[in-house]
């Protein structure tokens, strides 16, 4: 029998067939983030029931675009059965697509299973015609349309996979491709199913006086691209939620983050801390077991991160951190608090040996590890361990106790460790003290300024002298420098005293000259955190210029383990101060580490002996000597003056002079005095000549 196609509705019938598997691809993408299992099934019993529609819809437009040279009609219950058919090949599509695993043998069973599916959807609803006699079926086609039907559902199965993720580049293209190309393949099994079937000649249609083809046509048209729009819309909206949803997650969780942890290192942080020493405490009162805080400190840090740039100081963090990881046991806390400050809580001991070992474990490994973070820079720790139950029973006294200790660990030597003791409190308390009294003494006049004379090595000259401050607190007496000046280093307050000595200094300066005395070039020791400043030699600048004192009666002094700790930058501010009219000396030569090169890179006006040499004049004989004659004649090499520091006796004086050192200073000389009484020994010298 002829038949022929309406050539608009088999190209609707196509773009419906494009936007099923579009929506097929949407859908799949959607379900497979979902995480709730109950939300899964949902989506897919909706999207099998759109997608199935949407499939039976292209299937029944292009029916309905095909028309033969006698009425035509479909019966209503097999047309719903083959609809049916439809939604359960698409459910079944959608679970294979969006089940944990898409194994090779799933997916071919599921292209399978979805093919037969569609094929028994198309060939139900040709039955739907109900014609006598029955539909004849060509094997050849018939077999090619099952053959097409299988292979171009296992290939949507697959592009479906493929394209399941929305965060792809590009993905709502690659699916609308990759719908296009479905679209043709079910298009291409219905027409291949339609050229399989043979109508005999006198065939009647039993189904005719069915509902109108036309007005049929288009109420399934509109209703089938209305519901797949809709579940596209759902499912784009769900996706915003999904998103917003996931977004909100996210933040929740990295607020708890930032209330738990690090954000530098990643560690536990103080309170996190303070958390698990509260549980550490509660489960070692109940076993009546032995649990140790171990307080760290990073030796040096602050010079690194001062000098080097906090980007620098964040990496050496974040590597310590790592490595400090790698040094304890896996049950073991480590926590950062702040700065450059860690602790380690170590629980379930045996005995205060198994603490010391762990802090032994921790420096060797810092000391001697081969480390894959790619840190040049190798910092030690300094540690501190109070022990439960025997060191505090609350979680700030074992923390305060371990830092106690830990600071006892620094005055020993650094790079070390110490158990607390009860002694550590009274020192704890004192230094507490002198930060206090540090605090008030600028403003409070507690801080005075001591000069020790330099002499000229082969005239007894006065050449000079040496800055030295000292604290006279009205509750705590006088302090020496060595006891408060390292305190204040660490707080920072050395800044502000470093401005003071040189303030102060230009103005004694002046009052001598003032009085008609000589005018004396005086040395002021610069500390590391000092030079640090990046405005220091500006700052400097300005109050020498405001005292009204020239440049050139100013000498600072930098310790030689100061200086090579970053010799470049030490070699720029040098040039600085140089350019600003300041003279410079390396202070405590030969007890660092001074490359040859660099010292004649630095161009600086003196070398200073450190008394330990200037000591073995006496006590290491010949030895003693040739290295006080050795680092003289280098200096001298250099164009540099040299300055003995602590000669105390006549030997070391004659040695010193047959040596031809430029200067030296010691209590055989002269001890510091009063800036009245160094006053009065410029006078007496002065009437002498």
């Known amino acids: 029998m002829q038949s022929s196609y309406n050539f608009w509705l088999v190209a609707i019938s196509f773009a419906v067939a494009v936007l099923a598997s579009y929506t097929a691809l949407d859908l799949t993408g959607r379900i497979f983030l979902l995480a709730s299992a109950r939300l899964r099934h949902a989506w897919r019993l909706g999207g099998a029931t759109a997608l199935g529609v949407g499939i039976w819809s292209m299937h029944f437009v292009a029916m309905l675009a095909f028309s033969l040279s006698i009425p ?72 090619g349309s099952l053959t097409i039907a299988i292979g171009a559902s296992t290939a949507a199965l697959w592009m479906a996979r493929a394209l399941s993720n929305d965060d792809e ?22 027409y291949a199913g339609m050229a399989a079937a043979e109508f005999p000649l006198g065939a009647v249609c039993g189904a005719a006086k069915g509902v109108n083809a036309e007005w049929l046509a288009t109420s ?11 579940t596209l819309l759902l499912s784009r909206f769900d996706a915003r939620t999904s998103f917003l949803t996931g977004a909100v997650s996210n933040l929740n969780g990295q607020i708890v983050r930032l209330a738990t942890l690090d954000t530098l290192t990643g560690l536990p942080n103080r309170s996190t801390l303070t958390e698990r020493i509260e549980r550490a405490i509660h489960n070692a009162r109940r076993q009546r077991s032995l649990f140790a805080i171990l307080f760290m400190d990073l030796d040096g840090f602050k010079t690194i991160n001062d000098s080097l740039g906090h980007s620098v100081g964040d990496e050496v963090l974040t590597a310590f951190a790592q490595r400090l990881l790698l040094c304890v046991r896996a049950s073991d806390t480590v ?51 109070a022990l439960y139950p025997y060191d505090g029973d609350t979680v700030d006294t074992l923390l305060k106790h371990a830092d106690a200790a830990m600071y006892e660990a620094k005055r020993a030597g650094r790079s070390t460790y110490r158990f607390f003791e009860q002694s550590m409190n009274e020192a704890a308390t004192r230094t507490l003290h002198i930060q206090s009294a540090l605090h008030e003494a600028l403003t409070a006049g507690h801080f005075s300024l001591h000069f020790q004379p330099k002499f000229r090595g082969r005239g007894d000259s006065l050449a000079g002298a040496e800055a030295l401050i000292r604290l006279n607190h009205p509750l705590l007496g006088s302090l020496a420098p060595l006891e408060f000046i390292p305190i204040a280093e660490r707080s920072g307050q050395i800044v502000e005293i470093g401005y003071w000595v040189l303030r102060e200094t230009c103005r004694q300066i002046r009052r001598w000259i003032e009085q008609g005395l000589p005018s004396m070039k005086v040395a002021i020791n610069l500390s590391p955190r000092q030079l640090s400043q990046p405005n220091l030699v500006t700052a400097m600048l300005k109050i020498v210029t405001d005292e009204g004192v020239q440049c050139e009666q100013i000498m600072f002094e930098i310790t030689e383990a100061v200086a090579m700790q970053d010799a470049p930058r030490t070699i720029e501010m040098i040039r600085a101060f140089h350019a600003s009219g300041f003279e410079i000396a390396i202070d405590d030569f030969g007890t660092g580490y001074s490359s040859l090169a ?42 540099m003056d040299v300055v003995a520091e602590g000669v105390e006796t006549e030997s070391q004086r004659d040695m010193l002079k047959s040596m031809m050192c430029d200067e030296m200073q010691g209590f055989l000389l002269g001890q510091p005095l009063t800036a009245d009484g160094f006053g009065a020994m410029l006078r007496g010298r002065m009437v002498a000549a």
Do not use: C
């Open 220 to 230: 399934v048209i509109l209703f089938t691209f209305a519901i797949l729009i809709v």
């Open 169 to 190: 580049r590009h993905v709502v293209r690659k699916r609308f491709g990759a719908a296009l190309v479905m679209g043709v393949a079910i298009s291409g099994m219905h």
């Open 335 to 385: 926590a950062r608090l702040g700065g450059d400050e860690f602790v380690v809580l170590s629980e379930n001991l045996a005995s205060r040996e198994n603490a010391g070992a762990m802090a032994e474990n921790v420096l060797e490994r810092m000391r001697q590890g081969v480390w894959t973070d790619s840190q040049p820079l190798q910092v030690m720790p300094s540690i501190g361990i």
């Open 72 to 143: 035509l009609g479909y019966d209503f219950a097999t047309t719903a059965y083959s609809l049916g058919l439809g939604i359960g090949a698409s459910y079944l599509a959608l679970v294979a697509t969006t089940h944990a695993r898409l194994t090779p043998a799933r997916l071919v069973a599921g292209g399978v299973l979805m093919g037969l599916g569609i094929a028994g959807m198309h060939y139900t609803g040709m039955a739907a015609m109900q014609m006598d006699p029955a539909i004849h079926y060509q094997p050849a086609w018939f077999a």
């Open 598 to 639: 660099y010292l004649q890179r630095f161009r600086v006006k003196q070398l200073k002996i450190d008394r330990f040499f200037t000591n073995g004049l006496d006590e290491h004989g010949p030895e003693g000597s040739a290295i006080v004659a050795a680092i003289i004649a280098l200096a001298h090499s250099l164009d």
